[in-house]
T-cell receptor, first 113, second 111 residues
């Protein structure tokens, strides 16, 4: 069974640009969550999508947005990048039941210069 | 106050010893609690979850939950060098898969 696939793995952007990250969940999983991981703040919840609907949203500004497609693949977008957006962005898929087992992808490492 | 707090460590234990990792949470309504392990440069992976007060054992791992004290712990018996990693405590808030994670405790098991 293929795992969670995130693309791109690494990217470098400059302030003010925007970026789109992609996540393909495990086959059959309908829930996709996004997390930002930084050394100081740890893992912070961005949002969760389930069956193409945003089910939960964390405490991030509106520059951070996401969507989910009918095949459960998800994208997140960050507009008007700031230096503080440099982080590892992790996507996690789940079957959607409330057992809490998240399967994480390897992440997309974003550097903002 | 952060929703989930962990001692960042680092915690060092000799091989074969018991490693004790602790976590407190602020939301009394939290219902489910999880421990993830993250090796350096890798993604987190689930070790255990616990929903009810008391202990839950799985092999060398024991999770302990005390909802009155808002406290969760993870014990690793017979620690092995391969257990050296960062351990993340996570709490599920509300419905769906919205988790608050602690910043993690770095564990080193010394051969």
């Amino acid at each position: 069974k293929a795992g969670v696939t995130q693309t791109p793995r690494y990217l470098i952007k400059t302030r003010g640009q925007q970026v789109t990250l992609s996540c393909s969940p495990i086959s059959g999983h309908r829930s996709v969550s996004w997390y930002q991981q930084t050394p100081g703040q740890g893992l912070q919840f961005l949002f969760e999508y389930f069956s193409e609907t945003q089910r939960n949203k964390g405490n991030f500004p509106g520059r951070f947005s996401g969507r989910q497609f009918s095949n459960s693949r998800s994208e997140m977008n960050v507009s008007t990048l700031e230096l503080g957006d440099s982080a590892l962005y992790l996507c996690a898929s789940s079957s959607g039941t409330n057992t809490g087992e998240l399967f994480f992808g390897e992440g997309s490492r974003l550097t903002v210069l | 106050q952060k929703e989930v707090e962990q001692n960042s460590g680092p915690l060092s234990v000799p091989e074969g010893a018991i490693a004790s990792l602790n976590c407190t949470y602020s939301d009394r309504g939290s219902q489910s609690f999880f421990w993830y392990r993250q090796y350096s440069g890798k993604s987190p992976e689930l070790i255990m979850f616990i929903y009810s007060n008391g202990d839950k054992e799985d092999g060398r791992f024991t999770a302990q939950l005390n909802k009155a004290s808002q406290y969760v712990s993870l014990l690793i018996r017979d620690s092995q060098p391969s257990d050296s990693a960062t351990y993340l405590c996570a709490v599920n808030i509300g419905t769906g898969n919205q988790f608050y994670f602690g910043t993690g405790t770095s564990l080193t098991v010394i051969p």
